[in-house]
């Protein structure tokens, strides 16, 4: 399929925010404050960006939009999205996608293990139904937020097809994107999540879509507690500096060997 792209796009910025809170300890940049938040969003949108979920982003470019788009998400599902975010996004003006940790939903982030308690509930099916209500694009972040890549066959299409149907279902609405948990994929795990009707998804990547690029593995920038408004906009301007994003990259396959040894020994690395 060819796809056509508004002339002179070359970055699109992707945000990856998870918590709309104050978080202490090591899990401290997965909860950007609500103040802090908002800071962030008005300088982007005063630095001349358009702010979106990821689906709009993607389906805008295609379509030829000369904006200057940047696509916002929060992957899991704390509830404080909705009682915090919810209203900066629409005092702000800013769309978003919202990534639901499904088999969580209603419960906490056990995959934090000590640290969830710091995050509160995740939201439940009725608050994510409030979510969709206004406005907020819902993607899927699988079941049990689980890294996908070094899962058997069977598990892995449990977490990606199982979500899927359930959150279309509840939700009675089409799911077009997913974010990979702990952002790993692998072709095998992009190609089932094709196969499952989605088309996007997001991985970590700490640097800024490109076109050509999968669609399937859009990589995001991560704010944290640290991005005063003006540090995100320069952020945006050009991705993480140095060599980490590019080291990461190539190091994904021997890491996920890694991790499939040590899952055979009962151990998660993340």
Known sequence: MTVTTRPGWDTLPALMYHSVSAVGGPMRDLAVPPALLREQLQALGAAGYRLVGLTEALDLLAAGSTDRLLAVTFDDGYRDFLTEGVPILQETGAGATLYASVGHLGGTAGWLGQWAPDFGPMLTWDELDEVAAAGVEIGNHSLIHHPLDVLPPDQLRDEITRSHDELEQRLQTRVRSFAYPHGYNSRRVRDLVAATGYDNATEVGRRL??????????????????????????????????LIPKVKQLAQPGWRAVRKVARTFGRNLT
Do not use: C, F, I, M
């Open 209 to 242: 879509h490109t076109p050509g690029e999968k669609r399937l593995a859009v990589p995001r920038l991560q704010p944290t507690p640290d991005h005063s408004g003006a540090d995100l906009v320069e952020l945006v301007k050009h991705g993480e500096a140095g």
